[in-house]
């Protein structure tokens, strides 16, 4: 069964950095054969996704309300989706999760970003 664990998530003040990771255990696929994304879900809003990255080494996509500000990238060796989140902003307060893109498999319980001074 394959599970997303997610982690990094933390206060931070606006205009600062934070780097999520996302750990995919029991995984019957290589990582860059598949799409991978990160998405958020603020409160009381719906689950949006934020970046994605292709298979197979294809550019990345991303949100146009965090383009510019967040990488997302992956490490074949560790089984492990990143996403590195810089100039961050107040809206972009959620509960990050990883997963498919398209999501086809179980949510993990994301991790909080908080973004206030």
């Known amino acids: 069964q394959v599970q997303f664990v997610e982690s990094g998530g933390d206060l931070v003040q606006p205009g600062g950095s934070l780097r999520l990771s996302c750990v995919v255990s029991?995984?019957?696929?290589?990582?860059?054969?598949?799409?991978v994304a990160w998405y958020r879900q603020a409160p009381g809003k719906q689950r949006e996704l934020v970046a994605t990255?292709?298979?197979?080494?294809?550019?990345?996509n991303y949100a146009d309300s965090v383009k510019g500000r967040f990488t997302i990238s992956r490490d074949e060796s560790k089984n492990t989706i990143y996403l590195q989140m810089n100039s961050l902003k107040s809206e972009d307060t959620a509960v990050y999760f990883c997963?498919?893109?398209?999501?086809?498999?179980?949510w993990g319980q994301g991790t909080r970003v908080t973004v206030s001074s």
């Open positions: 997963n498919l893109d398209p999501p086809g498999l179980a």
């Open positions: 029991g995984s019957i696929f290589r990582l860059y054969m598949v799409a």
């Open positions: 990255i292709p298979g197979y080494r294809n550019t990345p």
